[in-house]
């Protein structure tokens, strides 16, 4: 049974592959795209995927990794018709760190509990790595805030970390006061930049995930101010028409409701 579903997944794995080749050799717009003019497509792919994994809806998942396992074999395309690599290189690639960094599983290593496994993972890892920087890896197009917290938690690896919440709450007070007293866009900039880092260090401190704390808030931001366009329509009024001190007594009601 199990030999019959992986000839299955084997054989329609090619017809991708084989669709994907037929598309770059007769679809106009297919045979025209570019690694560089198709990159953004992977990042909005990955985030519809990552929606449809939070609302735990089976349905847009299977669509949703469809689409992301489109990119990857479409990357790997365009960079076989330049003559680079294949889709294969690319899955033996894969299969290569696999078996090198679960030494547990196909080796002789032993590893009893997920967090010895993350240990493991992380020492294998660094070995590769030997001679570069710690925060070497870290990509630059990832959301900032998720790469703030990657990059003090590599940090903190070798103890250069706050110890103290009242720390890091004095960090941020401290880095406020700065912003006060920039005087140029450029230091208003660099000085809130400032600021958000610290506030990162606050949610990485304390256990809370600023991404995800950021999101909700957002989430909560539009359902208030849903409410205040809901409000407004009861009373046939226009946004526009509403004084700011009347949207906000709206804001202040969709608060006290929970929204």
């Known amino acids: 049974m199990e030999d019959k579903i992986c000839r ?39 985030y519809e995927l990552l929606e449809a994994i939070e609302e735990n809806n089976d349905e847009a998942m299977i669509e949703e990794l469809g689409d992301v396992l489109l990119q990857v074999v479409f990357h790997s395309k365009i960079k076989k018709d330049e003559g680079a690599f294949d889709i294969n290189d690319v899955i033996k690639h894969l299969i290569e760190k696999l078996i090198r960094r679960h030494p547990h599983v196909f080796g002789e290593e032993k590893a009893r509990s997920a967090e010895e496994v993350l240990k493991q993972w992380h020492k294998i890892k660094q070995k590769e790595k030997e001679g570069k920087s710690i925060l070497d890896g870290i990509p630059k197009r990832m959301p900032a805030l998720i790469r703030a917290v990657k990059v003090q938690d590599r940090m903190k690896k070798v103890g250069f970390d706050w110890t103290k919440l009242e720390q890091v709450l004095d960090k941020i007070q401290e880095e406020i006061e700065e912003f006060k007293q920039a005087k140029s866009k450029d230091e208003l ?29 957002i989430d909560r931001t539009i359902r208030r101010f849903q409410y205040i366009e809901e409000k407004a329509e009861k009373e046939n009024k226009k946004l526009e028409e509403m004084s700011l001190d009347e949207m906000d007594r709206i804001w202040e009601e969709a608060k006290s409701k929970g929204l």
Request: proline share 3%; charged share 35%; glycine share 6%.
């Open 189 to 217: 900039k660099h000085e809130l930049g400032d600021i958000l880092i610290a506030v990162t260090n606050l949610g990485r401190l304390t256990g809370i995930d600023p991404e995800e704390a950021l999101h909700e808030a």
């Open 8 to 46: 299955e997944e084997g054989e329609n794995f090619q017809k991708l592959v084989d669709i994907v080749a037929k598309l770059r050799k007769e679809c106009p717009w297919d045979r025209e795209q570019t690694n560089q003019s198709i990159k953004n497509n992977l990042i909005e792919e990955a």
